[in-house]
T-cell receptor, first 112, second 113 residues
Framework: AAGVIQSPRHLIKEKRETATLKCYPI?????VYWYQQGPGQDPQFLIS???????DKGSIPDRFSAQQFSDYHSELNMSSLELGDSALYFC???????????FGEGSWLTVV | AQTVTQSQPEMSVQEAETVTLSCTYD???????LFWYKQPPSRQMILVIR??????QNATENRFSVNFQKAAKSFSLKISDSQLGDTAMYFC??????????FGKGTTLSVSS
């Protein structure tokens, strides 16, 4: 079965640079979530989209933005990167009203 | 706001034994869902088991079962016949319908031979 696809899987950026992560949800899923997981921490919810509109917002820094496109894929844009942004970024998808969220394999961001 | 608490940072068990991971949560909602996710060293988030709050019957998935106590707001995971491949971080998670998952801090489970 198709899963959530994230790209790139690994990314190395320097401080103050910009990074973009992409997410392709499971076909027919209409809701996308972004999570950030720092070393040794639990995943923290950043933002979600339903039908291309922002549906919920968590602890997303102002330097970060995201959107969902007409084909339902989503992109997380991170600017003015800081060392503390180094983390594993998960995208997840679900059907609205559904009660199971499926995760991609994550994108590793290292800021040097 | 909802919170999820996992009071056991680390647990260890021998192969073939049974282990129970604890989770409590706090919410004023009546309609919600609870989950256990497994995160092995590969860091992939794998759904282990889920429970709808409106269902009284405890969920079971092969060697994994839960003890859901709604009044006590408790949701523990029992792993029977533990296997080396069960070694992972286990996260308890709460979700109100239509919203994002809220995770606990996790329990690191080590299974030894």
């Amino acid at each position: 079965a198709a899963g959530v696809i994230q790209s790139p899987r690994h990314l190395i950026k320097e401080k103050r640079e910009t990074a973009t992560l992409k997410c392709y949800p499971i076909p027919r899923h209409d809701t996308v979530y972004w999570y950030q997981q720092g070393p040794g921490q639990d995943p923290q919810f950043l933002i979600s989209f339903y039908e291309k509109m922002q549906s919920d917002k968590g602890s997303i820094p102002d330097r970060f933005s995201a959107q969902q496109f007409s084909d339902y894929h989503s992109e997380l844009n991170m600017s003015s990167l800081e060392l503390g942004d180094s983390a594993l970024y998960f995208c997840a998808s679900s059907l609205i009203g559904g009660y199971t969220i499926y995760f991609g394999e994550g994108s590793w961001l290292t800021v040097v | 706001a909802q919170t999820v608490t996992q009071s056991q940072p680390e647990m260890s068990v021998q192969e073939a034994e049974t282990v129970t991971l604890s989770c409590t949560y706090d919410t004023s909602e009546n309609n919600y869902y609870l989950f256990w996710y497994k995160q092995p060293p590969s860091r992939q988030m794998i759904l282990v088991i889920r429970q709808e709050a409106y269902k009284q019957q405890n969920a079971t998935e092969n060697r994994f079962s839960v003890n859901f106590q709604k009044a006590a707001k408790s949701f523990s995971l029992k792993i029977s016949d533990s296997q080396l491949g069960d070694t992972a971080m286990y996260f308890c998670a709460f979700m109100k319908a239509g919203t994002a998952l809220i995770f606990g801090k996790g329990t690191t489970l080590s299974v030894s031979s």
